[in-house]
């Protein structure tokens, strides 16, 4: 009944695509890097010999169709917060396993595992694999999450991660030696791994050795009393977890296993990140990278990142960069420097309608939770006008659905209910009873109020509004005003979770090319995130502490089907439990998909080597930059 993961199966053909060590000890031809070499002279730091660990993963560019680099140089990019200096854990994707370039799970961090039927997973770390401050990287790291932090009420106060609870139950944790960890269920958990691949990955281990001098357990009493004193914080645990970010990457002395770590401290407008000097990745000239020595991340206003790209102010940028940006930023190639690329985009639809099943207006509510409400709507949308007009045709008019790159594909379902048919969508609303309208043809609603549908956008894309204009001019067709309310993601989102949004507009779903390894738990009310019902997913989140249960049959059925995928054994079982969900999705148009594929430009240095020509734009899964691993990017002079 158990079975192998296929990486063991077939390690010895993956190692030769360069997806696994080549070699189980460190190679003779180990170069010592410039940019620590005074270090090294200094007695400061090791020799590389000394830093990386004695298996390393060692990459073989040329089985990967890319060319060996020379290590050196400053790479510059932007963002337009100062909390997203966590995309450096994104781009930098060091993971426990991470998805390759055709998106298989493969061990990075981890030498390897063994997966027994999903039920038992034995992780093996790389012997003398360090952390960046040298510490060793070893089973204690697991042990110390998962027993003091995971596990303690004061550090984590909703215990264990939902990823690791399975029919509500943990696992089974154990750490034989310094190199192994073992996770253990009594029933299936496919998805455990897939999780350890995300863009924001669920650190399942933490740099004991440093945080430790912060925890009850570990630390001198009096020395800890005075750094809580000293933080100005109320207790260890607020000292702890304010020092413990892994992914937020804002703690410059908190140690890191990505290829570039944090060396600027406190809220600054340019971040500097310099490489890992024990980072566990080589190529097979013995070059231990990163190539690129150091990542500037300027923090800038939103409007001005196309403009500062475009005269050469950035090395590599696809964050804050829109299809609207295409032609401006062809113009200034040869002043600039740089060439545009035009990537595709992962999500499952670039501009997606989401109305609220929650809302808190009784008489909108039942509105749109009649699906024939939505089906109109969606039938009134002049997809390939806004595809025209936006994306000069580039884009693919449909409904939200999973893409053509997904097993799971079905044309039915990403065309279901998008075709321009003004007639139809006008007979349905008839159907539903909405007949009456005021002077200026606009229907009214059961309790007479005119049907104003108010659609919240985050105000950060200029397509949304220009797509909503368009369907604005559709939509009265029909009967409908459309009224568009730009505002601030975070009070959108806030405004949505409350129940307090009629109609909002996102990107679909992040993943819009998922494998069979995929969990469709996305598909189902398990988050509030999901526009359309966020009180059913805070149900689910809060295990019933607030927000709605479902209360709609087809919403039933996906948790069911969730569920089910979750217990299945084999691939055709999980198969099965997404095409039923598609199929639920694609009838019901719990958010109405505009268009998908829209090209994503990425402005890239025409001194910068290694970066693909054509390649997917996606936050999951690939992490956006992180799944064609920057770290083997490089300078060419």
Known sequence: ????????????????????????EIPANLQESAFWQSEVDSGDLP????????????????????????????????????????????????????FDENYEIAPDLLAAYENEGNLKFTLRLREGHKWSDGSPFTSEDFRYWWEDVANNELLSPSGPPDFLLVEGKPPVVTFPDEMTVVFEWEDPNPNFLQSLAQARPPFIYRPSAFLKQYHEKFADQEELAFQVEDARVKSWAALHNKLDNLYKFDNHELPTLQPWLNASSGKKIRHSFVRNPYYHRIDSNGVQLPYIDVVEMEIVAPGLVAAKTNAGESDLQGRGLAFRDASILKKGEADGNYKTLLWKTG???Q????????????????VLRDVRVRRALSLAI???????ALYFKLAQPGAMSVLPASPFYDEENAKAWAQYDIDAANALLDEVGLTERDRDGIRLLPDGRPME????????????????????DNWRDIGVDLVMRPLDRDILRNRVFAGNTMASVWFGWDDGIPQHHTSPAYLAPTDQVFLAWPKWGQYYQTGGGSGEPPDMPEAQRLMELAHDWEIASSDEARAAVWTEMLKIHANQLYAIGILNGAPQPIVVSNRLRNVPEQA????????????????EFFFAD
Do not use: C
Request: aromatic share 8%; proline share 6%; no cysteine.
């Open 616 to 631: 997917m734009w996606a936050w999951e899964p690939g992490a956006h930059f992180g799944v064609h691993r920057p770290d």
């Open 453 to 472: 549908l108010v659609i919240e956008t985050a105000g950060e894309r200029q397509e949304v509004e220009n797509a909503l204009q368009i369907v604005t």
């Open 351 to 366: 501009i997606a309608i989401y109305p609220n099943l929650n809302f808190e207006d009784d008489g909108w509510r039942d």
């Open 47 to 98: 020799p590389a010999a000394e830093r990386v660990p004695q298996d390393p993963l060692i990459v073989d560019l040329t089985a990967k169709g890319r060319e060996f680099g020379e290590p050196g140089g400053t790479l510059r990019t932007m963002v337009t917060r100062s909390k997203d200096i966590r995309q450096m854990v994104v781009y930098g994707y060091a993971r426990l396993v991470g």
């Open 347 to 349: 999500v499952a639809s």
């Open 1 to 24: 009944m158990f079975k192998t993961t296929r990486h063991l199966l077939l390690g010895s053909a993956l190692a030769l695509l360069g997806m696994l060590p080549a070699t189980a």
């Open 382 to 388: 002049d997809r390939n006008t806004i595809n025209q």
